[in-house]
């Protein structure tokens, strides 16, 4: 999350579908970019997250440009 927002000018995220169960969370979410520079992204992001005592314990992301400079993909890939 730092190494993004250094960057980022402004972020915009909407979840559109979400999964909990026991100690787990998936949800899929589109995420619009704008950098510093000008450059803009529109991202897809699959998100799977185990909670443990009330904190993110794993973390793995994966996205997919829809929209914008594809060389900024990466920015909303982790994995933890």
Request: charged content about 20%; hydrophobic content about 45%; proline content about 0%.
């Amino acid at each position: 999350v730092l190494h993004v927002r250094q960057q980022v000018k402004s972020i915009d995220y909407t979840v559109s579908h979400a999964i909990a169960q026991a100690d787990s969370i998936a949800d899929r979410h589109i995420v619009q970019l704008i950098l510093h520079d000008g450059r803009s992204v529109t991202l897809e992001v699959l998100c799977i997250m185990r909670i443990q005592d009330g904190k993110i314990a794993q973390l793995y992301e994966s996205s997919n440009v829809l929209a914008g400079d594809h060389a900024l993909g990466a920015l909303a890939t982790a994995t933890n």
